[in-house]
């Protein structure tokens, strides 16, 4: 209705305004679950049938260990450098061995998991892994490595 002051009545936003306004809505609800969802589902550690031979994997930790020790004493490899493969090979073979990521995981970590001889093997060479200096000789760390794979069941 038109007046002759020159008022006019407010104009109606198109239907497709909405839908649009909606779809957008949509879309970041959706894109903050993507985000925000798990990307995966957890895998199951235990699965029967694929057990790991543990006497294999501790065969081959052990050779490693001692190559390592051989290496150090020879002077190849600098001594922290050996406390520090010494402990890698250790966490290597308890990973494989169990399928955790035991490489990353803390003395905390790994009692929580019920690894106490694991992580009382870490406890022994970590001295000698962070200190400026090494507390122990290579061989000391290579005896706690040793008794760690040794006393794995």
């Known amino acids: 209705m038109h007046d002759d002051a020159g008022f006019y009545a407010p104009l109606q936003y198109q239907p497709h305004w909405l839908w649009i306004g909606l779809l957008l809505v949509l879309l970041v609800a959706s894109w903050?679950?993507?985000i925000l969802w798990p990307a995966r589902?957890?895998?199951n550690i235990?699965?029967?049938g694929t057990l790991p031979d543990v006497e294999m994997l501790r065969a081959t930790c052990l050779t490693a260990l001692d190559a390592?020790?051989?290496d150090a004493d020879a002077g190849r490899i600098p001594e922290r450098a050996a406390h520090q493969r010494l402990s890698y090979l250790v966490r290597e073979f308890a990973g494989a061995a169990t399928g955790l990521p035991v490489t990353s995981m803390t003395l905390?970590?790994?009692h929580g998991h019920g690894l106490?001889?694991?992580a009382a093997g870490i406890a022994g060479i970590y001295p000698n892994e962070f200190a400026p200096i090494p507390v122990h000789s290579?061989?000391?760390s290579?005896?706690?490595a040793r008794q760690a794979v040794l006393a794995w069941n």
């Open 41 to 43: 589902r957890k895998a």
């Open 138 to 140: 290579v061989r000391h």
């Open 142 to 144: 290579l005896d706690a």
């Open 46 to 48: 235990s699965r029967p």
């Open 32 to 34: 903050y679950m993507w």
């Open 108 to 110: 905390e970590e790994l």
């Open 68 to 70: 390592t020790a051989s």
């Open 116 to 118: 106490e001889e694991l």
